[in-house]
């Protein structure tokens, strides 16, 4: 699970949402992944390795990604993620769900 | 094919995992240098990586390897114990697969005909007829006439027949030879339902008197004396002096239900001469598809009164007085008829051996308690050290469930030997004996008694040590107590059942010798079966017609074996006792005797005797003489009567000389000129029936010669060439001494007698062994106690005394529920029994006293061993 910093809790399965989300773009390696997330949320998500690799594996295990072995940045042999089709649809998928769900606690909150 | 992938891959997938992990570490370490964010530590590494190797690979696979092949080190380091158990298992599951083998094959499995299950045979019962029992295996269908109204006038059947076992004489190729030969009307073989491999099957125009005489090989006569030549069909044999054609070849392995014929030939009834009695027929018919067995006998029942009134009676037989003999259809799935009662046996012999198996379980449940106490501090660590309960009783419940499958695996060996050695001690006219074989549902038994037992017998210590309160043991495992009651409650318990069953088995076993025994004490009516030789001779039409030419070549032939060295005595006789070719029976009609009209006298055995039969046999003469040769040639009306017809008639045996009787109302009178002792025709455990002897020749006659040579080749030989010194194309048939047939008859009780034998001593021996080892076991774990007691000054004797009493008292405990339970579990064993109640007091009080004898011997060798432990050792040794 990302970690938040602040108070609150996350939404369950959201760890995997924004892997995808971050993968939507380019094909990524784990780390890059890492760095993406929290970068992008201004460093109040933290992903720890503990999550992120059981949640690469679960997701490529599904289905939702391929990856394939390349040559780095740093000229080292990484493994890439990329979204599959299958993928891109769920991650669609998700999406709106999330949305709608965020507008609907929003609504909740706000009154 | 993904989890094999999954296997396969197991060694890339690590170096992948690992590089992964690494390359990630390596690029936090980089920015780690220029960010504080990520000086943050790294998460645990290999449970990541376990995490995700579990995720890539088939996990309970992987694990339940891992767990046997820890389970199996285990096994490996206690060899002894491993192999005790699994011989133990072994053969606990190897006899129980061979005994289930027979049953599968012979009770279980449809018979080999297509759609088995629509085959029934047709029987009768005459509840009202007097003396209908001395009929032995009761009645098919009573004469070709009771055939032929229910082969065409029956709504319920696809078809039916009847059809009789025989022997005939074939000539013209090579040796004569008299070969086994089956009867059938039209509907028998049609029933049956199988094809020829050549040719035609026999049809309707083949039972047409005066039609074309025709027969059918047996795939086996076929290839025996025709090489199995496929133009065999339209060539003719030479069967009873008559010239046969033959039409076709029944498949190998062919049998008309028990039969397994050389030839089969058709019935030839003539409708026009049939009369309403006759010559009963065992009958088999295939049901009509959605009729009831039910439906058909109502049916049949229908047909009775149709048949009794549409037939002519025989002289001086009223069918008015057979309605209130109650015939009775009867009918019954076609499977029992060929296994007959030995489905008793069988049952009987699975349920002993289930024990048997019961009491190995006990023993191998003993061995894994001890063992499981032995690791309790291996358990407890684990434990403490995380282990779920479930692993353990994963562990537990794997080790048994392996040991069961070892077991199970060496078992089917056992079985493979023990089913050959079954089948050759076995009774040889086992039913089915030839389809006997370990096939997928014996395999499958197998399988599941060995997994079920395996379960069963690790559930015990995974209970008690998988449970809570394991900790406990580490503190009690540190320094040896006494071991409480608590903790020898299970073994006990074990040790008693134990105890129980091998009595059970052990009085089935008594039981059944004490039958023998009975049987044996009884004179069957014929005296040194061993020294008498039987054989069977059928003089063909075209030697002998006339009855005087038959009694002519009868005299040639015993004078011709009477003169063969070393004979004291020969005689004939349509069949010796316990032969079981299948009886005639009619009443007789005693002077002076009125029958109310409408009244029939009781069913007699009848028999054709030659003179010195009985001499020869060694049945005893209760008054008057045997017949003569005159008698038989003058044709003389005179009878010989058993004993207890004798009895029954006129009140004593020599109050019956000279008194006369008819079989048919209005013929002559026939003498009574001498009574014999009773034979037991039917085999000793039934019995002996009422018999009327004639003397008379008849064309088919069972000899019997006795003498001391009887059963040797030499001997044989000679026989031979007297008998074809009277003629050259006569066969022989049937040659046995009379030893054999009464074996025989005795074939059944003394196969399970031998059965009931094997399991009670094995029983008994798993059960010494249980008190020994539980004994043992309690006297180790006193030794501190023990030596206490020595040291204090008890006597070597009384700490022995109190060993062996431990030992008597689990013993005692065992015998006494025992007891209880073979009292009632007997009654099974009810039907197998003669001569001697199930409560038979001599075995009841036998077996207690060898079951005490046996386990003070078992419980006196650690006995010895405790009154020998030295104090000092005993307590220096913690």
């Not at chain 2, 298992?89 to 697969?97: K, M, P, V, W």
């Not at chain 2, 009848?606 to 040769?629: H, I, M, N």
Request: overall charge positive; some cysteine; hydrophobic content about 45%.
């Amino acid at each position: 699970m990302p970690k938040q910093r602040g108070s609150g809790e996350l939404v369950q399965g959201t760890l995997d949402m924004l892997i995808l989300r971050t993968l939507a773009r380019s094909s990524l390696h784990g780390y890059a992944v890492a760095v993406a997330i929290e970068s992008r949320s201004e460093d109040v998500l933290r992903v720890e390795e503990g999550s992120l690799y059981p949640a690469l594996h679960r997701l490529e295990l599904a289905g939702l990604l391929t990856s394939e072995w390349r040559i780095s940045e740093t000229n080292r042999r990484a493994k890439y993620y990329k979204l599959t089709a299958a993928g891109r649809r769920h991650l669609a998928a998700q999406s709106t769900n999330w949305n709608r769900l965020v507008l609907a606690i929003a609504r909740v909150m706000s009154t | 094919m993904r989890w094999w992938l999954k296997i396969r891959k197991r060694r890339l997938l690590d170096r992948d995992l690992r590089e992964e992990i690494a390359f990630h570490r390596a690029m936090r370490a980089r920015d780690a240098a220029n960010s504080e964010t990520y000086g943050r530590p790294f998460g645990n590494e290999t449970q990541i990586r376990e995490e995700l190797h579990d995720m890539w690979t088939f996990v309970s696979i992987e694990t339940a390897w891992r767990d046997a092949c820890y389970t199996l080190r285990g096994l490996r380091r206690n060899l002894g114990f491993t192999i005790i158990a699994i011989l133990t298992l072994a053969i606990g599951i190897g006899a129980n697969t061979a005994v289930f083998s027979v049953v599968n094959s012979v009770l279980l499995k449809p018979l080999p005909y297509p759609k088995a299950e629509e085959l029934v045979s047709v029987r009768h019962t005459a509840p009202g007829a007097p003396g209908i029992s001395v009929v032995a295996g009761g009645l098919g269908v009573w004469s070709s006439t009771m055939y032929f109204t229910y082969a065409e006038q029956n709504r319920s059947f696809q078809a039916l027949g009847v059809w009789n076992r025989g022997t005939v004489a074939v000539t013209g190729l090579g040796e004569p030879e008299q070969v086994r030969s089956v009867s059938v009307s039209d509907g028998v073989l049609e029933s049956l339902g199988v094809p020829p491999v050549l040719g035609r099957l026999l049809g309707p125009a083949d039972q047409k008197p005066g039609g074309p005489e025709t027969v059918m090989l047996s795939y086996g006569y076929w290839q025996r004396h025709f090489g199995g030549d496929r133009s065999v069909a339209g060539r003719s044999v030479t069967v009873d002096s008559r010239l046969r054609q033959i039409v076709g070849v029944m498949p190998e392995g062919f049998r008309i239900v028990d039969v397994e014929p050389d030839l089969i030939v058709p019935f030839a009834f003539d409708r026009n001469r049939a009369l309403l009695p006759g010559y009963p027929l065992p009958c088999v018919a295939r049901l009509k598809p959605g009729i009831s067995m039910q439906q058909a006998s109502a049916d049949l029942a229908r047909l009775i009164p149709i048949w009794m009134y549409s037939w002519p009676a025989a002289p001086g037989i009223n069918p008015k007085a057979w309605e209130k003999w109650r015939i009775t259809p009867t009918l019954r799935p076609l499977k029992q008829d060929v296994v007959g009662n030995l489905s008793d046996i069988l049952w009987v012999v699975m349920g002993t051996i289930a024990i048997v198996m019961v009491i190995a379980c006990a023993n191998v449940a003993n061995l894994l308690l001890v063992r499981a106490e032995a690791r309790q501090q291996e358990l407890t660590i684990r434990t403490a050290l995380g282990a779920a309960r479930g692993q353990i009783v994963r562990a537990l419940l794997l080790e048994s469930v392996l040991l069961g499958l070892l077991g199970g695996a060496i078992g089917m060996g056992f079985a493979y030997a023990g089913l050959h050695l079954l089948l050759s001690q076995g009774p040889a006219n086992l039913p089915r004996l030839h389809e006997i074989s370990m096939d997928a549902r014996t395999l499958a038994f197998t399988l599941v008694l060995s997994v079920v037992s395996g379960l069963l017998l690790g559930l015990l210590p995974a209970l008690k040590y998988g449970g809570p309160g394991i900790l406990a043991g580490l503190r009690a495992a540190g320094r040896t107590v006494s071991v409480s009651r608590e903790r020898h409650h299970a073994r006990n318990v074990l040790v008693v059942t134990q105890i129980a069953m091998s009595l059970v088995l052990l009085v089935s076993a008594g039981l059944m010798i004490r039958t023998f025994q009975a049987m044996r004490t009884i004179e069957p009516g014929f005296t040194h079966p061993e020294q008498l030789q039987t054989l069977r001779i059928s003089l063909p039409p075209s030697l002998a017609r006339a009855p005087q030419q038959v009694t002519r070549r009868e005299n040639d032939i015993v004078e011709k074996l009477a003169a063969i060295p070393g004979v004291a005595s020969v005689g004939f006789g349509s069949e010796v006792p316990m032969e079981g070719l299948g009886q005639t029976v009619q009443v007789i009609y005693p002077e002076g005797r009125v029958y109310p009209r409408g009244e029939t006298p009781p069913l007699r055995v009848f028999k054709v005797v030659s003179p010195e039969f009985f001499q020869t046999l060694g049945t005893r003469l209760a008054a008057g003489r045997e017949p003569t040769w005159t008698d038989l040639y003058g044709r003389r009306p005179v009878a010989l009567i058993s004993e207890n017809l004798a009895r029954e008639v006129w009140g004593a045996p020599s109050a019956a000389l000279g008194k006369r009787f008819v079989e048919v109302p209005g013929t002559p009178w026939q003498e009574v000129i001498g009574v014999v002792q009773d034979i037991y025709e039917n085999g000793v455990q039934e019995k002996a029936p009422e018999i009327v002897y004639l003397p008379a020749a008849m064309p088919t006659a069972t000899f019997v010669i006795r003498t001391v040579r009887a059963g040797t080749k030499g001997f044989l030989d000679q026989v031979r060439q007297a008998v074809w010194s009277v003629d050259a194309s006569l066969p022989l048939a049937s040659v046995q001494t009379m030893q054999e047939i009464y074996d025989q008859s005795m074939a059944r009780t003394s196969f399970t007698l031998v059965m009931l034998a094997i399991a009670g001593a094995m029983a008994l021996l798993l059960g010494i062994v249980g008190i020994y080892g539980v004994i043992s076991y309690a006297v180790s774990q006193r030794r501190r106690e023990i030596g206490i007691r020595l040291a204090l000054g008890a006597e070597p004797r009384a700490v022995r005394r109190m060993v062996v009493r431990q030992g008597l008292i689990l013993a005692g405990i065992g015998v006494v529920l025992g007891l209880a339970a073979a009292g009632g579990l007997m009654q099974f064993l009810k039907s197998l029994l003669y001569g001697i109640s199930t409560l038979d007091p001599l075995t009841y009080a036998a077996v207690p006293l060898v079951l005490f004898l046996a386990a003070g011997i078992a419980s006196y060798v650690p006995a010895r061993s405790a009154a020998t432990v030295d104090p000092v050792q005993a307590l220096r040794e913690e």
